[in-house]
C-alpha cells in the first residue's frame, strides 16, 4: 500500500490516496500505522476518497482508531495533494466530511499549493449538538471541575466538539496529567478536544491541545478555530478580525465572522512517501484492539 506522510504545522497524518488503494479495516490500519515506534508514526490516518456530494471525499482515524469527524489540518494538506498530484487543476474545491461539505481556496506558488484557506462553516454553539451535557442554551465561560481543580470552559463544535480553557501560561501545564480527565469528562459524552489558550493581545493568542483519541498534538485545526470563537464570545478578540494563533507546530490565521462562518487560513507540508508491506500490514492488525 502506497502511502503519503504529511502535516499542517506539525499536525501529523497517513494520507493514502483510495483513488488508486484500497484499505480494509482503517480502523486498525491507523493503529497500526501511527505507532511511532513501529510504524511510519502519526496522529492518524486520513483516506482521501472519491465523493458524489463534493469534489473529494475525507475519512479520517485517530490514532487509536476511533473516526473523527473533522481536521481542519488535513483539510488543507488534503487540498495541496490533490492539487500537486494532478488529481484537480482547480484552486477552489469541495471537501466532503463527516461534519459537511468545506470549501477550500488553494493558493500556488511554482505550480504548488503554498497555503489553504478553509471555509469551516458555522460554529455549534447550543450544548445538545456539541455534545455537552447542559441545560443552557450556551455553555461561555461556565465552571467545571476536573480532578479536584475548577476551570472556566467555554464549548464549541467545529463538526467535532471543544472545550476551550483561557490559562496565564500554556508552557507549563502538564497535558499528559490533565489531558485524559478532560477528554473523558463525564460532561461531554463523546469525549472532547480541549484547547489550553493564552492570550497575548486581541489579535494574537497561544494554544496547546489535547486531542480525543490522539494525546496532545502540534496542532488542531478545528480547536484553533473553536479557541478564535471563544476567545469572541468572552470579549478577548472581535469578530471579522484576523487572529494570529501560535502552536506548538506553527501559525494559523482564522477570522470569527459576524454572520457565525470561521475561516482558518495556514500552510501543508509533504514530508515523504512510501509504501507499506501488505502481509506485515495484515499480520499486526490481527493484535489490534481499537477504541470505538
Known amino acids: 500500500m502506497k502511502f503519503t506522510k504529511m502535516h499542517g504545522i506539525g499536525n501529523d497524518y497517513i494520507y493514502v490516496n483510495c483513488f488508486e488503494e484500497t ?11 501511527s505507532d511511532r515506534h513501529k510504524g511510519i508514526g502519526g ?34 494538506c488534503i487540498g495541496k495533494y490533490v ?18 461539505i468545506k470549501y477550500l481556496r488553494l493558493s500556488t506558488e511554482n505550480g504548488k499549493v503554498s497555503s489553504v484557506t478553509v471555509d469551516m462553516g458555522k460554529a455549534i454553539l447550543s450544548p ?15 465552571p467545571v471541575e476536573v480532578d479536584g481543580s475548577t476551570y472556566d470552559i467555554t464549548c464549541v463544535s467545529m463538526g467535532n466538539p471543544h472545550a476551550v480553557i483561557f490559562t496565564d501560561d500554556t508552557d ?7 489531558g485524559p480527565s478532560f477528554e473523558n469528562h463525564p460532561l461531554f459524552p463523546n469525549r472532547v478536544n480541549t484547547e489550553f489558550c ?22 488542531c485545526g478545528t480547536g484553533t478555530c473553536a479557541t478564535v470563537v ?3 464570545l468572552n470579549g478577548i478578540c472581535r469578530y471579522d478580525e484576523e487572529v494570529l494563533v501560535h502552536l506548538r507546530g506553527g501559525d494559523l490565521q ?28 495484515n499480520e499486526a492488525k490481527e493484535n489490534v484492539i481499537c477504541r470505538s
Open 254 to 281: 482564522i477570522t470569527y465572522r459576524s454572520d457565525g462562518t470561521v475561516i482558518m487560513k495556514g500552510p501543508a507540508a509533504l514530508v515523504f512517501e512510501g509504501t507499506v508491506d501488505d502481509s506485515a500490514l
Open 83 to 100: 492539487y500537486d498530484k494532478g488529481l484537480t487543476d482547480k484552486t477552489d474545491i469541495t471537501l466532503e466530511t463527516n461534519s459537511g
Open 43 to 76: 496522529d492518524g490516518l486520513v483516506l482521501i476518497m472519491p465523493s458524489d456530494k463534493a469534489d473529494f471525499r475525507m475519512r479520517i482515524f485517530n490514532a487509536d482508531g476511533s473516526e473523527a469527524m473533522m481536521c481542519g489540518n488535513a483539510t488543507r
Open 230 to 232: 471563544a476567545a469572541v
Open 172 to 178: 507549563s501545564l502538564d497535558l499528559e496529567k490533565i
Open 23 to 33: 484499505v480494509t479495516e482503517p480502523e486498525k490500519v491507523s493503529v497500526v500505522l
Open 128 to 142: 445538545a449538538d456539541i455534545p455537552v451535557r447542559s441545560e443552557l442554551d450556551r455553555f461561555i465561560s461556565q
Open 198 to 219: 493564552e492570550v497575548i493581545d486581541s489579535r494574537t493568542l497561544k494554544m496547546r491541545v489535547w486531542e480525543r483519541g490522539s494525546g496532545e498534538t502540534f496542532a
